[in-house]
C-alpha cells in the first residue's frame, strides 16, 4: 500500500486505493470526479475547499491495506 502524501495527487491516491474515495467524500471532497481535482494534489483539493489537508491525510494513512490478490 503506498503512503499517501500532500502532493499526491487525487487521480494516484484513488488509483492506489480505491476506498479513498470514501475518505474525501467523507471530508467534504465530493467532486473528486471533475477533470480539475483529477489533476489537483490532495493538499490543493483540500484548501480549495477550506478543509485540513493533514486530517484527510491522516485518515487516508489509516487504510488497512487491503489483501493481496490471488493472481
Do not use: W, Y
Amino acid at each position: 500500500m503506498a503512503t499517501f502524501t500532500k502532493d499526491m495527487a487525487i487521480l494516484d491516491a484513488l488509483q492506489a486505493d480505491p476506498r479513498a474515495r470514501d475518505v474525501f467524500t467523507a471530508h467534504g471532497l465530493a467532486c473528486i470526479g471533475c477533470m480539475g481535482a483529477m489533476m489537483e494534489s490532495i493538499e490543493d483539493g483540500a484548501r480549495m475547499h477550506g478543509l485540513d489537508p493533514q486530517s484527510i491525510l491522516r485518515d487516508l494513512n489509516a487504510l488497512v491495506p487491503l489483501p493481496a490478490s490471488a493472481d
